[in-house]
């Protein structure tokens, strides 16, 4: 048995009951840098289903050098998740898209026509890289609008090179790209600019949705710890966040 919290100090059964469903998790085993066994993914689905959240949309990572995973891979690793969930008994529900890194890889898929794994409907699950401000961003609006997909930015507060650049933000929306916050962002877990950032494109509304983006047990315990949900209780009031939104296609 997979012990990743004291018994201790087990999640509040209503910590995460204003999550309607968590859109961005690695939950998916053996296909990225998340959950690496079915064990592990089990435990992580208990303890977050005992925290209040009941849904989840697995999203691994599609990435042209590391991890070019398929609708084929990813959908074996959900048949493979669901079947013990059942096997368990736990309640919750399940399903998988992906998180595409836009990248070369990408834009050649979308020009070809590929199957992409969408959240629900034409909501797609999209990343920059870290560490370089992609040159091409209107382009690859207009090759999303054009294959009829509403682009969802995960995680924008996370990209560095545009901390204190609010036209960036802006420029982003006008686009047509949504923006998905991780919720670890506005407790400082990744850093002091990127709480700062997170915070910010709350106060200015231009947050669509959040996510864990749960990878593993160290991200399980920081959004279960009490201090954590003051923190979301403080920022994200009483709303009920991640109900279906889709906006206009550019």
Known sequence: MWKFL??????????????????????LPGIDDGSPDVETSIELLRNLSSAGIKEFVCTPHVIQDLYRNTPDTINNALLTLQAAIKREGLDVK???????????????????????????GSLLLTEFPFSIHPSNIDELSFELSTSKYQPLLAHPERYGYLHGNKNAYSRLKELGFLMQLNLLSL?????????????????????????????????????????????????LGDRVYNEWKLAPLQ
Do not use: C
Not at 210 to 229: C, E, I
């Open 94 to 120: 399940i399903s998988a898209a992906a998180e595409y890194m836009m990248d070369e890889f990408f834009l050649q898929a979308l020009r070809n026509g590929d199957e992409l794994l969408t959240l629900n």
């Open 187 to 235: 407790t400082g877990y990744y850093g002091k600019r990127e709480a700062e950032t997170a915070r910010f494109l709350l106060k200015e509304g231009m947050i669509d949705y959040v996510g864990t983006d749960l990878h593993h047990a160290t991200h399980l315990a920081n959004l279960t710890d009490v201090r954590s949900q003051r923190i979301f209780e403080e920022l």
């Open 6 to 27: 004291n018994k201790k100090k087990q999640p509040d059964l209503t910590a995460f009951a204003w999550l309607r469903r968590d859109i961005h998790s690695h939950l």
